[in-house]
């Protein structure tokens, strides 16, 4: 059983800067792959970065290069560090875990890029 608590959304300019936090509690020995998807208004829900606990990441194409995530094993944290932030980045980020085969969400935090 896996519990995930997002925090870090909020609003932030064009061209800013946001990190967001993703912390894992519950009964387990260890979490395979965190990440993040996020639903824009009206789309449908998209990943947007997966880590391992080995270290493996993949992006969705349209965050390569502004967006690095990260986690930290011993807290089953994960992070991600949303650089040059553009309007269509805004979306509910929803954290995301995969464990001994299921899947578990986070309830989501709303990140906004507005002027």
């Known amino acids: 059983q896996v519990q995930l608590v997002e925090s870090g959304g909020g609003l932030v300019q064009p061209g800013g800067s946001l990190r967001l936090s993703c912390a894992a509690s519950?009964?387990?020995?260890?979490?395979?792959?965190m990440g993040w998807y996020r639903q824009a208004p009206g789309k449908q829900r998209e990943l947007v970065a997966t880590?391992?606990?080995?270290?493996?990441?993949n992006y969705a194409d349209s965050v390569k290069g502004r967006f690095t995530i990260s986690r930290d094993n011993a807290k089953n944290t994960v992070y991600l560090q949303m650089n040059s932030l553009k309007p269509e980045d805004t979306a509910v980020y929803y954290c995301?875990?995969?464990?001994?085969?299921?899947?578990?969400w986070g309830e989501g935090t709303l990140v906004t890029v507005s002027s």
């Open positions: 519950g009964s387990f020995f260890s979490i395979y792959t």
């Open positions: 880590i391992t606990s080995g270290g493996s990441t």
């Open positions: 995301y875990a995969r464990y001994v085969g299921l899947d578990y």
